[in-house]
């Protein structure tokens, strides 16, 4: 069964990069038939799709994001990761990694993140 | 980019009762659309996909319904446990999109 962790710094300064991983268990990140993805969601607020990639590393990315974002795979550690940079308040959120199929979801438990000095 | 707008924002039901939640999207999204259900301090959780698929372990009082644009989650009769905030989700174009939510309290 698949399971998703999301791990990295839970406190990011303004101005710098937020960097998470998500490590995969119980399947390959190499497979076919996913597309990974990390979504946000800000406290009290609701979802906020942030880019996906493939496992071709094709990646999509939400274009209001998108001078900001990179999402990349390491197949040999069985993990995907986002950066994100020149982070402001506005980025604080609840940060998702997630699988997705033609027929399941899988998502991680969420990590929050908070941006401030 | 797709707009996915819900309603109604909030929905007041009692146990029992039908529930109907609405999406409607701002340009076809033929019939890929998913809806997720979120409690406080969980990830969101798969309910249908493509419209009007239940997902492995979801119990048949929800159903999808809708194509193109309009989309109807139905929950037959309400379960205690089924009050949280429901989102939809488009897969047809990039990138994915989630409507704003519906929270469904207990009246």
């Known amino acids: 069964q698949l399971q998703l962790q999301e791990s990295g710094p839970g406190l990011v300064k303004p101005s710098e990069t937020l960097s998470l991983t998500c490590t995969v268990s119980?399947?390959?990140?190499?497979?076919?038939?996913?597309?990974w993805g990390w979504i946000r969601q800000p406290p009290g607020k609701g979802l906020e799709w942030i880019g996906s990639i493939y496992y071709s590393g094709s990646t999509y990315y939400n274009p209001s994001l998108k001078s900001r974002v990179t999402i990349s795979v390491d197949t040999s550690k069985n993990q995907f990761s986002l950066k994100l940079s020149s982070v402001t308040a506005a980025d604080t959120a609840v940060y998702y990694c997630?699988?997705?199929?033609?027929?399941?979801?899988?998502w991680g438990q969420g990590t929050l993140v908070t941006v401030s000095s | 980019e797709i707009v996915l707008t819900q309603s109604p924002a909030t929905l007041s039901l009692s146990p029992g009762e039908r529930a109907t939640l609405s999406c409607r999207a701002s340009?076809?999204?033929?019939?890929?659309l998913a809806w997720y259900q979120q409690k406080p301090g969980q990830a969101p959780r798969l309910l249908i996909y493509?419209?009007?698929n239940r997902a492995t372990g979801i119990p048949a009082r929800f159903s999808g319904s809708g194509s193109g644009t309009d989309f109807t989650l139905t929950i037959s009769s309400l379960e205690p446990e089924d009050f949280a905030v429901y989102y939809c989700q488009q897969r047809s174009n990039w990138p994915d999109t989630f409507g704003q939510g519906t929270r469904l309290e207990i009246k």
């Open positions: 493509d419209a009007s």
């Open positions: 997630a699988s997705f199929d033609s027929s399941s979801s899988v």
């Open positions: 340009q076809s999204v033929s019939s890929y």
């Open positions: 119980g399947g390959s990140i190499s497979s076919s038939s996913y597309y």
